[in-house]
């Protein structure tokens, strides 16, 4: 009970002492000055989610084949500065496992795995 008591007041005391030692003003003194409380009360703050939304430039690529949406573009343009290639396509039976993993955390059974690649109407802009 004593050690709470002297970590208390020794708390106090360093709230109401600057790192120089002197005493600084209370609450109470800045918002009867009313000074502002922190720099950034009078500056515009520039958070991203206060921006305007703007569409960025697509980058231009060299396998322009490969690009099918915008996005790809940008992923592609990062993987060329490091000299890099993409993946092949992935084939109906890898993406149906690739879903079933990442939606339920379980693989497909055989049977929904060959009735997922037999029935081209589930996804029909898989590129081969």
Known sequence: MLVNKVYFSLLVVLLNMNLAGTPTATLA?????????SSHQNS???????????RPTV????????VQKPIDAFVLARLEELGLEHAPAANRRTLIR???????????????????????????????
């Open 29 to 37: 003194d800045k918002l009867a000055s009313n000074a502002p409380l």
């Open 44 to 54: 515009e703050p520039d958070w991203w989610s206060l921006r305007s939304p703007h």
């Open 59 to 66: 980058p231009t690529v060299q396998d322009e084949t490969w």
């Open 98 to 128: 690739r879903a079933y993993f990442d939606l339920i955390g379980l693989p497909p059974t055989p049977e929904q795995v060959e009735n997922f690649h037999n029935d081209e109407s589930h996804f029909p802009q898989v590129r081969h």
